[in-house]
């Protein structure tokens, strides 16, 4: 396996599964990203404007390289519904050199 990757994963919530696919596609088809994991099923429970609220969001991980992470976190504020979205970078220090040469490939 490949140390020190190049590859990163940005981790962020959205409302709906609509929204997942709309941002997830976008990005793939602007070369940000390589792939997208959405899972639609988790419950978030948080204060916002000061009021607990128990909501139902979809997760994204995104997955990058190094070199795109400003280009992507730009654009992820951009197309995002939220006014203050978690969007967090999560280093790769190791992966399989075959599936870190595929997703280095898709990206522009």
Known sequence: CALMSDIIFIYTTVSSKEEALSIAQKLVDEGLIACANINDTMTSV???????????????????????????????????????????????????????????????
């Open 46 to 108: 948080y204060r916002w404007e000061n009021k607990v609220n128990i909501d139902s969001e979809c997760s994204m991980i995104l997955k990058t390289s190094q070199t795109n992470k400003d280009k992507l976190q730009i654009r992820l504020n951009e197309l995002h519904p939220y006014d203050c979205p978690c969007i967090a970078v999560i280093d790769i220090n190791e992966i399989n050199p075959a599936y870190e040469s595929w997703l280095l490939g898709e990206l522009k």
